[in-house]
Nanobody
Framework: QVQLVESGGGVVQAGGSLKLSCVVS????????MAWHRQAPGTVRVLVAG???????YYADPVKGRFTISRDNAKNTLDLQMISLKPEDAGVYYC????????????WGQGTQVSVSS
């Protein structure tokens, strides 16, 4: 089992920055990829950024150049640094882990809310 706990969400003005963290614990031996997803009200959950094999990164087109996904092995976290935030970046952000890419949906955190005011 893998446990994921997100933090770092909040309210920020457009153009501002936030850093989300996901504390990772449990048996990670079979995990091949981790990711961040966003779900806005009334919409489906979408993949925002991924880290495959601890090395390769993936970013959805709307966040390229603005978001950075990284793993801090010392703190056991998966982080998402977000800059130049836009109102359309708002939503609940979920951390996930999985045994394959791009499925990466076996384990989920509870989510952290990001609000961006214009």
């Amino acid at each position: 089992q893998v446990q994921l706990v997100e933090s770092g969400g909040g309210v920020v003005q457009a153009g501002g920055s936030l850093k989300l963290s996901c504390v990772v614990s449990g048996d990670m031996s079979g995990i091949k990829a981790m990711a961040w997803h966003r779900q806005a009200p009334g919409t489906v959950r979408v993949l925002v950024a991924g880290l495959i094999g601890g090395v390769t990164t993936y970013y959805a087109d709307p966040v390229k150049g603005r978001f950075t996904i990284s793993r801090d092995n010392a703190k056991n976290t998966l982080d998402l640094q977000m800059i130049s935030l836009k109102p359309e970046d708002a939503g609940v952000y979920y951390c996930s882990a999985g045994t394959s890419w791009p499925t990466v949906r076996e384990y989920w955190g509870q989510g952290t809310q990001v609000s961006v005011s214009s």
